[in-house]
């Protein structure tokens, strides 16, 4: 057990939400819901959605899927760790698996914290493990060695992440704050180039074009801070200490279209990890983007709310009247004019995608299993663990460099598409997807 914060009871009341969401015709009208199974991912759930003349069924997990050719996949973590009174040991895994199959793919894991552990263990023979809840237990240990996965987006076969690793051993080596974003293929773990997703040409003209943006954002802030701003000033004392890393990138989509986000690393004078966040580089859509641009949003004109068209209907997603969430909506078209709408659920934002499982249609043995996957997403013995949180005292995070109003993009995240987190019509950061993603351990 380590020292990270557990899901509060809320999410798991959401997450446990199953049941009829309205009746399968309007009184008196005769009017029939539209027949459709998806699945739509937000900000914190997965929700199922089932909709036909019986009404419509509306069920939620704190689960991140996928699908690939007409296969779901569900990502997961897996932590382990150990706490003592003076040294905090805590790592995730990455895995995913196909629903239809019991094994699991490896994703992503960094072994330095475990190396880590089995050294201090050598080292501190006597010692005995604490558990971290007691309210005796020593809340700034001398040495903490964590790492921190925080999960981007995922694009079909493609998830990106970013990894954080902290490691500061008392009395060890020089402190190390280190971070990167990664993307890797859900069905086999490999991690592949830009070359492998777009292509040699476009893969050329991306790096090309990335460190074009990194000159323009650095001699930015580098104009500022010569004019003045104390903030580009300050930004100024670590600037040197970013180098551009042609594979720390991820996947993102801007309107629709493919685009690839760099995070180029740095320090602080004290070693601590910043990020600079280059703007989204939107590319030539490859061979297998057709089958992710269909499970987008597209946003109205004004932002007010996003829609995934499905021929007789179509899902929609506007900010709810008397809160910051968003109301998720089902609304039919006939000869593709918009007709009547029936309320699905209140859900948290933003909102990512929509996976349609009617056609083809999903057969017994994928919705049985579908089904295996969010029960056991909502009955982990009554507690669950978000990733990409903090790791706990003396745990660093990946900071953005700070610098001027002029230059702010740099402390921004690495997409601009729009988002109804903060704003209605403002074109506001998106949230990461780990907060969507239960962890299991």
């Not at 918009?338 to 056609?359: F, N």
């Not at 690495?414 to 209605?424: C, E, H, L, R």
Request: hydrophobic share 40%; with cysteine; proline share 7%.
């Amino acid at each position: 057990m380590t020292r990270r914060t557990a899901v509060t009871a809320a999410v798991l009341l959401a997450a446990a939400m199953a049941g009829v969401a309205c009746a399968g015709t309007d009184r008196g009208s005769g009017v029939q819901l539209p027949t459709a199974e998806f699945l739509f991912a937000s900000g914190d759930s997965t929700y199922w959605v089932r909709s036909g003349p019986d009404g419509m069924r509306v069920r939620s997990a704190p689960i991140l899927l996928t699908q690939v050719d007409q296969v779901l996949y569900e990502v997961f973590l897996s932590d382990d760790g150990a706490e003592y009174p003076e040294a905090s040991f805590a790592t995730s895994r990455l895995w995913a698996r196909a629903l239809a199959r019991p094994d699991s793919v490896a994703l992503f894991a960094d072994t330095t914290v475990m190396q880590a552990l089995a050294a201090w263990r050598r080292r501190h023979p006597r010692e005995s493990e604490i558990d971290p809840a007691d309210e005796d237990a020593p809340d700034d240990p001398a040495t903490v060695v964590q790492d921190e996965l925080d999960l981007l987006d995922v694009h079909g076969p493609y998830l990106s992440f970013e990894h954080l690793l902290n490691v500061d051993i008392d009395g060890g080596p020089p402190h190390q704050h280190a971070g990167r974003r990664y993307v890797v293929d859900v069905r086999t773990g490999e991690r592949p180039s830009l070359t492998a997703l777009l292509g040699a040409g476009e893969a050329g003209r991306v790096l090309r074009d990335a460190q074009r943006s990194l000159r323009q954002l650095t001699d930015s802030i580098r104009r500022a801070g010569a004019a003045g701003d104390a903030r580009a000033e300050a930004a100024l004392e670590t600037l040197d200490s970013f180098r551009f890393d042609s594979t720390s990138f991820g996947l993102t989509d801007v309107d629709r279209q493919p685009a690839i986000a760099f995070l180029v690393p740095g320090h602080s004078a004290e070693g601590e990890a910043l990020a600079l966040n280059l703007p989204p580089l939107v590319v030539a859509p490859p061979a297998w983007w057709p089958a992710v641009a269909t499970t987008l949003p597209q946003w109205a004109p004004d932002s007010s709310l996003v829609r995934w068209p499905r021929g007789r209907y179509e899902v929609l997603a506007r900010p709810a009247s008397s809160s910051d969430a968003l109301a998720l909506l089902l609304r039919e078209t006939v000869n593709g004019t918009s007709g009547r709408e029936w309320p699905v659920a209140t859900v948290v934002p933003p909102a990512y995608q929509v996976i349609p499982l009617e056609a083809p249609a999903l057969d017994s043995a994928g919705r049985a299993a579908l089904g295996r996957a969010f029960d056991a997403s909502t009955a982990l013995d009554g507690l669950m663990e978000q990733a990409g949180r903090p790791h706990g005292p003396g745990a660093r995070t990946l900071q953005a460099l700070p610098a001027s109003a002029a230059v702010s993009s740099v402390s921004g995240s690495s997409t601009s598409k729009p988002s109804f987190a903060t704003t209605v019509s403002g074109k506001t950061a998106r949230a990461s997807r780990s907060s969507s993603l239960a962890s299991r351990e």
